[in-house]
């Protein structure tokens, strides 16, 4: 039976957890608290591998990449791009969080210090100290801001070192990704024992409040790859840009859409692109890089989880604030790994904006693990789409 088991896509066996955790809640309440201990285990994994796998990913994304003359002219705007795609979806995430606002079901201590943020400058303040903490320090207490901060200055400080030196950053890497597939693997077993407890505790009720969520984040990434992918590439081509939308949303995000990894369907980017005529020496940078920062997807998901927890926890904030949030979750999803769920570890970097504790912030992200299943492989579909789709367009720009 395990053998069985193993043979099959995480996505299924992740099915397969959710629906016996509710159906243990449902016929078997009473037993539902001794399962306790999976989910646990599972949120002390994501917690303890989190602040390592931001590190070392965005420092060797950083300390490897290189750009030579001959392509930086499609580059540049190729990363402009990049960067601005992921902005605007974060502010759609922002109205969309406005205006369908959800509340998640959380185990908030009763004496968990929440304190609003009292003001801009307050804000600022936090990100500053945040920014400027001893490295070992934010490791160890998960602050996310200091690892971001730390891995970008090491990352570009070690451009400058040997290629012996970028050769062991690329190999801890990817130890570090061989570690979180790890955890991630057993996200059914962790997965089976959330939905157990909490449908035990509050009933089917959690089924209309993760729909919600799931419709929320499902609608504004549709939102994004249908009206502002579109927007941004008419504005670059000056020509209709629905064929090819339409083209790398079929070619590239279906497969996405299953192999749940923007890495994974490197391949098929660089061939979609290639038969769409971009020179190899724009593609074979493009592309790859896109797969490491370029997720919009990501950055819609950590902005609607987290002002889902604002929200939930009763944390006022105003429209000024969200817009920051939107930054972070940006510059957040640019360290987002390569493998399914990896956007979710990413999460409490914008919750540390209002001081909510890395315990409840990793609730939100196992409530996100249980949602992956369509959220993590629409997520990935549309990362990996808008790839090839912003490197196809500035390869068409008309020249001045």
């Not at 451009?159 to 130890?175: G, I």
């Not at 939308?245 to 299953?258: D, H, M, Q, W, Y």
């Not at 939930?312 to 930054?327: A, C, K, P, R, Y």
Request: net charge neutral; proline share 4%; with cysteine.
């Amino acid at each position: 039976m395990f053998a069985a088991l193993a043979r099959l896509s995480l996505v299924t066996r992740i099915i397969i957890a959710i629906v016996l955790g509710i159906a243990v809640a449902i016929f078997f309440p009473e037993f539902a608290s001794n399962l306790s201990i999976f989910g646990e285990v599972f949120i002390k994994a994501l917690k303890s591998v989190a602040p390592i796998l931001v590190f070392v990913l965005v420092l060797a994304s950083i300390a490897n990449f290189s750009v030579g003359g001959g392509h930086s002219a499609k580059i540049k705007p190729i990363m402009a791009m990049y960067g601005i795609g992921m902005f605007l979806s974060a502010l759609t995430a922002v109205f969309a969080s406005i205006l369908f606002p959800t509340t998640l079901l959380l185990n908030v201590p009763a004496d968990a210090a929440l304190q609003p943020p009292g003001s801009l400058t307050e804000i600022f303040k936090n990100l500053i100290l945040s920014f400027v903490a001893n490295p070992v320090t934010a490791i160890s207490e998960a602050n996310f801001i200091g690892i971001l901060t730390w891995s970008v200055a090491l990352g570009l400080a070690f451009r400058h070192a040997s290629d012996s030196s970028k050769l062991f950053l690329n190999d801890a890497a990817a130890a570090v990704n061989f570690v979180i597939r790890t955890v991630i693997s057993l996200a059914p077993l962790g997965i089976f024992g959330l939905v157990a407890v909490t449908f035990a505790q509050v009933g089917l009720s959690t089924l209309a409040s993760y729909g919600q969520l799931l419709a929320v984040l499902i609608g504004t990434m549709l939102f994004v790859a249908l009206v502002i992918n579109p927007i941004m590439v008419a504005f670059v081509t000056r020509k209709n840009p629905f064929p090819l939308v339409l083209k790398c949303l079929r070619e590239s995000g279906i497969t996405a859409f299953f192999t749940r990894s923007s890495a994974a369907n490197i391949p098929v980017n660089l061939d979609l692109a290639k038969r769409l005529g971009v020179p190899e020496s724009t593609a074979s940078v493009a592309i790859p890089l896109g797969a490491a920062i370029n997720m919009a997807g990501a950055s819609v998901t950590i902005t609607v989880l987290t002002l889902a927890t604002v929200h939930t926890l009763g944390i006022q904030v105003d429209f000024l604030t969200m817009v920051i949030v939107s930054i972070v979750a940006t510059i957040s999803a640019c360290g987002a790994s390569g493998v399914a769920g990896g956007s979710l570890l990413l999460i409490p970097v914008a919750c540390g904006l209002f001081n909510i504790s890395s315990d409840i912030a990793m609730q939100v992200v196992a409530i996100g693990m249980v949602i992956s299943v369509l959220q993590d492989s629409t997520e990935t579909a549309l990362n990996s789409s808008t790839d090839v789709l912003f490197t196809v367009a500035v390869d068409q720009a008309p020249t001045k």
